[in-house]
Each structure stands twice: as C-alpha cells, then as structure tokens.
C-alpha cells in the first residue's frame, strides 16, 4: 500500500510538472511574439516579463523534487521488501525494481550502470534544459528593455529600474539554484545553515555580500564613468562574492568554497590595489555615486573580506582526508585560474578589436615593463590565504589568553 501510494503521488506530480513546463512554453511563445510586434512596449513592461517564468520554474522544481524524493522514500521501502525474497539479486543488479525506473526519471541517481546512464541523461536533459531557457529568456529581455526606444542608459532614474530588476532576479536565481542543488542532490545542504562558522565569521560574510551587492548597484546606476563596468576586475570579484559567498555558506560543496575563496581573494586585492595605486592618482571619482561606489567596493568591501580569510573557513577550504595540506595547497593554486583568464581575455579582446584595457599595467604594449609588479600580484595572491589563516592562528591565541586571564582575575 506504501508503494502503491507513492507511485500514485508521483504519477501526480510528474504530471504536474507537464504541465507546468506546458504554461511555462505557451507564456514564452507569446511574450516573445509581443516583443516582436510591439516596439514601444515600456522598459518596466518588458523587465516584468520574465517573473511569472522564473516563479513557475521554481514551482516545477518543488514538483520535481517531490517526485525524486518520494522515489528515494520508496525505493528504501522496497528494498527492505526485495532482501527478504527470491529476487534481491535481481533487484540489486537493476532488472527489476523501483531502480530499474529512478536511475531514469531521477537526476540524482547514483546506481545507473552501463547504457542506463545514456538513457538517465535523456531523463536529466529536459531538467536542464528548462532551466536554462528560463535564464536565456530572462537575459534576452534584458537586452530587450536596454534596447528598447524607451530606455535612456544615461538617465539615473532609468538605471535604478534597470539595476533594481537585476538584483531581484539574481535574488531569485540564487535561491532557486540553492533549493534546487540541495533537492536534486547536486550539492547536501549544511546539517545546520550556518554549521561551523562563527557569529563573527557569519557577520562579515554576509556583511560582504551585501556590500558587493551595494557596490555593483551603486556601479551600474552611476553615469559619471562611462566605462562598461564589467570591464573592471573588482566587478567581477564582487559579483563573484555576491554569488558564492552565501552559496557556500548554505551548500556543504567544496567547489563553492573554492569559487567563494577566489572571489574573496579578488576583491581583497581589487581594494588593495585601488587603495595604494589608483585611489591616491585618479582620487575617488567626479561624482557621488562613482565615489560611493568606490567607498563601498574598494574600502568597505576590502575590509570585510579581509575579515572573512581571517575569521571564516573562507581562507582555505574545509579539506579532510588524505594529505589535506596538499589539496589545500592545490585548491589555493586553482583560484589564480580567475585572473589569468581575466587576464588573457582582456589581451585578447585588444588584439583582437585594438581597443585596449582599463588597466594600463595590463595592455600588450606595457606588459614588459611591467613585469615586476605582474609578479608581485601572483605573489600576493598566493600569500594572502596563508596570510589570512595565520592572523587566525594569534587571534584565537589572543582569545584564549583573554578568556584565561579573565577567569584567574575573577578567581582572585
């Protein structure tokens, strides 16, 4: 009866989902349909549009994760049925069972074997398939609403809207991707949301992630600098702490540890960088939102970062197991993949286009004389983790004598 109603349930919340991805595509054909015929739609209109897409995505994902667990549910029961019979060997192999089906239907699935692997991905491609034509239809209004005759990108007012959609999406986004990890099994939540990290340690993560939201906001609403601002490299450290610094605090994934460590790392030595060689040449800006944003991306941010390699796991990833100094030392090594692609993507696209960094240290034409400090910055980068984990090491120390003479004075 226990089987016989979970497989009803999930029957159920398949259909569900159908039926959702269903609405989802006839919304999408329609909305596409209106942004062809109608040009003088209002930007807002427009910005509007991908909401009730991302809003059913998520609704879908819950049906399915239902559907993935409640298979888990039955599967347990059944094999605890299947051991007590003439037929556990067969259920064990995959013939017959429960796991003949959710190595298919599951995305999840540990146990396919063999061509069972190639059919589970015709089960796991609709899944992501779904998702990322959410993600393009959201970006392809964007550019829509940006293009559009009654957008000016000149205009404040018009860059708050556009800036205020952004981090509602990336909002929604994140938390999808967080849930959606956790239910499909892609990535086990923390036993407790914040389990090992400090009360100090919590505040300065978020506090850095919410400053880098401030920072980006700030940076794209401003018109003072009319330089694409994803042409900087402390915007993409900060939209790198924005993503995966909460991610990796809600997600047990050493990948996110890894990509939160590297972005942490980047925005540290974005402010360092500003602070003893930009700032004291070009001074903070031309107008009060640029200087904002330099205030919040470069100081504020440069602070809170620097506390999450001191006072968080952010310093080095939680690494256990065989030679953990080794793949510590691996996994910091892996972090300069982020500014050498940043790197060779800027000389590419100048010798390429002919247009030219915003950094004049790194443009072809000045890369040898600037050798030395290039190197200095790899140096630098290596260094600050190991930095971070011994100023650690004296504060807890410090702490600890603190705590102990207290108690002896108050024994006195």
């Given at each position: 009866?226990?089987?016989?109603?979970?497989?009803?349930?999930?029957?159920?919340?398949?259909q569900?989902?159908?039926?959702?991805?269903?609405?989802?595509?006839?919304?999408?054909?329609?909305?596409?349909?209106?942004?062809?015929?109608?040009?003088?739609?209002?930007?807002?209109?427009?910005?509007?549009?991908?909401?009730?897409?991302?809003?059913?995505?998520?609704?879908?994902?819950?049906?399915?994760?239902?559907?993935?667990?409640?298979?888990?549910?039955?599967?347990?029961?059944e094999?605890?049925?299947?051991?007590?019979?003439?037929?556990?060997?067969?259920?064990?192999s995959?013939?017959?069972?429960?796991?003949?089906?959710?190595?298919?239907?599951?995305?999840?699935?540990?146990?396919?074997?063999?061509?069972m692997?190639?059919v589970?991905?015709?089960?796991?491609?609709?899944?992501?398939?779904?998702?990322?034509?959410?993600?393009?239809?959201?970006?392809?209004?964007?550019?829509?609403?940006?293009?559009?005759a009654?957008?000016?990108?000149?205009?404040?007012?018009?860059?708050?809207?556009?800036?205020?959609?952004?981090?509602?999406?990336?909002?929604?986004?994140?938390?999808?991707?967080?849930?959606?990890?956790?239910?499909?099994?892609?990535?086990?939540?923390?036993?407790?949301?914040?389990?090992?990290?400090?009360?100090?340690?919590?505040?300065?993560?978020?506090?850095?992630?919410l400053?880098?939201?401030?920072?980006?906001?700030?940076?794209?609403?401003?018109?003072?600098?009319?330089?694409?601002?994803?042409?900087?490299?402390?915007?993409?450290?900060?939209?790198?702490?924005?993503?995966?610094?909460?991610?990796?605090?809600?997600?047990?994934?050493?990948?996110?540890?890894?990509?939160?460590?590297?972005?942490?790392?980047?925005?540290?030595?974005?402010?360092?960088v500003?602070?003893?060689?930009i700032?004291?040449?070009?001074?903070?800006?031309?107008?009060?939102l640029?200087?904002?944003?330099?205030?919040?991306?470069?100081?504020v941010?440069?602070?809170?970062?620097?506390?999450?390699?001191?006072?968080?796991?952010?310093?080095?990833?939680?690494?256990?197991?065989?030679?953990?100094?080794?793949?510590?030392?691996?996994?910091?090594?892996?972090?300069?993949?982020f500014?050498?692609?940043?790197?060779?993507?800027?000389?590419?696209?100048?010798?390429?286009?002919?247009?030219?960094g915003?950094?004049?240290?790194l443009?072809?034409?000045?890369?040898?004389?600037?050798?030395?400090?290039?190197?200095?910055?790899?140096?630098?980068?290596?260094?600050?983790?190991?930095?971070?984990?011994?100023?650690?090491?004296?504060?807890?120390?410090?702490?600890?004598?603190?705590?102990?003479?207290?108690?002896?004075?108050?024994?006195?």
């Amino acid at each position: 009866m226990i089987l016989a109603t979970d497989y009803s349930s999930n029957e159920s919340s398949q259909q569900a989902t159908t039926a959702i991805v269903g609405i989802v595509i006839a919304y999408l054909g329609a909305s596409l349909f209106v942004l062809d015929k109608n040009e003088g739609l209002s930007a807002g209109l427009v910005l509007l549009l991908p909401l009730p897409v991302i809003l059913l995505q998520m609704l879908q994902m819950t049906w399915a994760v239902a559907v993935i667990r409640r298979a888990k549910s039955a599967e347990l029961v059944e094999a605890e049925l299947m051991k007590r019979t003439a037929l556990a060997a067969r259920y064990e192999s995959g013939e017959i069972g429960s796991v003949a089906t959710t190595s298919v239907t599951d995305i999840s699935h540990p146990r396919a074997k063999g061509a069972m692997k190639a059919v589970g991905l015709t089960g796991q491609l609709p899944y992501y398939g779904f998702y990322a034509l959410t993600l393009a239809f959201t970006c392809f209004a964007f550019i829509q609403a940006a293009g559009g005759a009654s957008m000016n990108l000149l205009g404040t007012s018009d860059r708050l809207m556009l800036a205020s959609f952004g981090a509602l999406y990336l909002a929604l986004f994140m938390i999808f991707a967080i849930a959606a990890s956790a239910g499909f099994g892609i990535a086990r939540p923390r036993n407790l949301v914040f389990a090992g990290i400090g009360r100090f340690a919590l505040v300065v993560q978020i506090g850095a992630a919410l400053a880098a939201l401030v920072g980006l906001f700030l940076q794209f609403v401003q018109t003072a600098d009319p330089t694409p601002m994803f042409e900087y490299f402390t915007i993409w450290s900060a939209l790198g702490v924005v993503v995966f610094v909460p991610s990796s605090m809600l997600l047990d994934s050493l990948g996110l540890e890894v990509l939160a460590m590297t972005a942490v790392i980047g925005s540290t030595i974005s402010g360092l960088v500003y602070l003893i060689v930009i700032q004291p040449a070009n001074g903070l800006g031309g107008g009060v939102l640029i200087q904002a944003a330099n205030i919040v991306l470069h100081y504020v941010l440069l602070l809170l970062c620097a506390g999450c390699l001191v006072f968080s796991h952010l310093a080095f990833p939680r690494i256990n197991g065989v030679n953990p100094r080794r793949r510590r030392a691996a996994a910091g090594l892996a972090t300069l993949a982020f500014p050498v692609v940043y790197a060779v993507v800027v000389l590419l696209v100048e010798l390429i286009t002919g247009s030219a960094g915003v950094y004049q240290f790194l443009r072809i034409g000045t890369l040898s004389a600037n050798w030395a400090y290039l190197g200095m910055f790899l140096v630098v980068w290596c260094g600050l983790p190991y930095l971070g984990v011994f100023l650690r090491y004296i504060w807890h120390r410090v702490v600890l004598c603190s705590r102990w003479m207290a108690r002896r004075f108050a024994g006195e």
